[in-house]
């Protein structure tokens, strides 16, 4: 069983910057997700390998990195938006395929607040 800690989040405001980080054991393909409330949990970004793939809203202002020699992947998220106020969480691919559908995702962590307010 694979555990993800996420850590990172807070408040900002609009057109500051966060990073979140995520730490997982194993070398796997992942994704960053966020659920605001009442909606659905969507995809931000996603990393296997040097690629990386990214939601239309968060592209040019998000950036997800990895380090293998802390086991961390990191969401490095500026220009914030209120819209962007979420609960984000890391999960893993233990396939190693590089998707935006949550559903090939088999672990996640327990996730961070992100709220953009002035």
């Known amino acids: 069983q694979e555990q993800l800690v996420e850590s990172g989040g807070g408040l900002v405001q609009p057109g500051g910057s966060l990073r979140l980080s995520c730490t997982v054991s194993g070398r796997y393909a992942m994704g960053w997700f966020r659920q605001a409330p009442g909606k659905e949990r969507d995809f931000v970004a996603a990393?296997?390998?040097?690629?990386?793939i990214y939601a239309d809203s968060v592209k040019g202002r998000f950036a997800i990195s990895r380090d293998n020699t802390k086991n961390t992947v990191y969401l490095q998220m500026n220009s914030l938006k209120p819209e962007d106020t979420a609960v984000y969480y890391c999960a893993a691919n233990t396939a190693n395929a590089l998707t935006a559908a949550k559903a090939y995702y088999d672990y996640w962590g327990q996730g961070t607040q992100v709220t953009v307010s002035s």
């Open positions: 990393i296997w390998g040097g690629t990386t």
